[in-house]
Every structure is written in C-alpha cells, then in structure tokens.
C-alpha cells in the first residue's frame, strides 16, 4: 500500500514525458491532492496496457484534495489507451472518476472502469471531469465504458461528472449514479460547449436517470438491460449503422458489450 500527500500514485507519483506500459497495482493508494492508483499526475505521456485493482483515496478537502483516480490523479495532454481499473475510488473533494480524476487535453481511448466511486462534486464512473484552459484544444475520449455505482453531491455522471469541451464519442455506461443534489446524467452530468458529442450510449435502466446529460439526451441514444437493445441481428453493438462500433465492441457472457482487446 501507497501512502503520500501530492502527486501520489501506486506505481509513480509524477509521470512527465513518459512512457508507461504493461504495468499494474493491487495495493491500495493514498494522498491529499492528485492521487492515482497508478500515477498521482501524468503530463505528455503515453500510459497504456496498465491496470490496477487496489482502491484509491484522497483525503485532502476543497482545493487542496483535487483529482483523484483509479488509474491516474490528474491527466495532461497524455495518450491514456487500454487501460483498466477494478478497485473504488473515494474523495473528498471535487473531481474524482474510476479511472482518471481531472482530464485536460489528452487523448483517452479503449479504457474501462468496474469499480464504485465517491466524491463531492463532478464524479463519473471514468473520469470526473473533462476539463479545458482556453486556448487549449479539448481531449478526445472514445471506446471507454464504467459500470460501477456513482455517488456525488453535485456533477454526478454516469461516465463522466462534467465535460467543459472535447471530443467525447462512441463510449457507454452502465454505472447507476446516486446524486443526493445538483446535477445528474446518465453519461455526464454537464457539458458546456463540447466541440463533438456523438454516439454515446447509457442504460437507462441501470443508471436510472432519464437523460443523457443537462442538455437532454443530444449525441446520445439509451439501452436498457437487455441484449437485444445492445446487440442487434448482425451482432454489432449498439446502433447497426454505426460501423466503427464493429471493430471495438464484443459481446461477453452478462449481455453486456465489452472492448476488443488489441
């Protein structure tokens, strides 16, 4: 087991410019502020074929406990691909998902998340929010999937808490969001501006929230709970007309799509 107070990761506290591959973590991680289960704060690096099953806390408060993550405490303009994380993810402050905590700029893609997550405010099931400095261009997010238990007092989503701009397409979710105020969503609690939104999918049963998102269910389409509303005649998951999902997505033993491995 972890424990430190900024920057604190499983395996490294500070990844810059680096390359992280074919590692992972089973002990669980502790801090205050930037807190991973593998990596406290990732910045231009390439994290990838890594997973952790250990649980990851932050116990700092306010601004002083941000960013906090199964996988990653804090993510900057890094490639984070086909990662996974089976553990909990407990804050007490804002920004915490299952997998990355505070995402800006950065390219996350094939990744998942199974664990629970608890936070204060923007919280989602993989990442707890998807942030962005003008003129800083937005992260792209594509092929991921949660489906743990979300639970938050503010920005509670289903995948992701909030999305301030970014290219967020083609994930899903499953994770039942338990927000006790404010802001919920099937997928994501709020997005403000996001520069594409499209083909994103929440189980509408599971989650039990009706809406996408803030803005209604735009760029997005539901499932509920059943195979055929995953899965249609030629096997392709989700909509049969969305052909990029046919080279990401199988269907495993629960009904339930899950990724391709490369």
């Not at 406290?40 to 890594?50: D, E, M, Q």
């Not at 405010?121 to 238990?149: A, D, H, M, Q």
């Amino acid at each position: 087991n972890i424990h430190g107070n900024y920057q604190v990761g499983g395996l490294i506290g500070n990844g810059y410019y680096s390359l992280i591959t074919n590692n992972y973590t089973t002990g669980h991680t502790t801090g205050r502020k930037e807190v991973g289960g593998l990596i406290g704060y990732s910045s231009h690096g390439i994290t990838t074929f890594n997973f952790t099953t250990g649980n990851t806390q932050s116990h700092g408060t306010g601004v002083y406990g941000l960013s906090t993550g199964g996988l990653i405490g804090s993510d900057y303009n890094s490639l984070t691909t086909n990662n996974y994380t089976t553990g909990n993810t407990i804050s007490i402050a804002p920004y915490t998902g299952g997998l990355i905590g505070q995402a800006r700029r950065g390219n996350i893609l094939n990744n998942y998340s199974t664990g629970n997550v608890t936070g204060t405010e923007r919280v989602g099931g993989l990442i707890g929010t998807v942030f962005l400095s003008w003129p800083e261009p937005g992260s792209t997010i594509k092929y991921n999937y949660s489906t743990g238990i979300i639970t938050s007092n503010n920005y509670t989503g289903g995948l992701i808490g909030s999305i301030n701009a970014g290219t967020i397409t083609n994930n899903y979710t499953i994770s039942k969001t338990n927000g006790s105020n404010g802001y919920q969503g099937g997928f994501s609690a709020m997005h403000y501006g996001v520069a594409s939104f499209a083909n994103n999918y929440w189980d509408i049963n599971l989650t039990q929230q009706t809406n996408c998102h803030n803005d209604s269910n735009t760029g997005c389409d539901y499932t509920y709970n059943e195979e055929s509303s995953y899965f249609g005649s030629t096997g392709i998951p989700f909509d049969e007309t969305k052909l990029n999902w046919d080279r990401n997505w199988q269907a495993n033993e629960n009904g339930h799509p899950t990724l391709i491995p490369n």
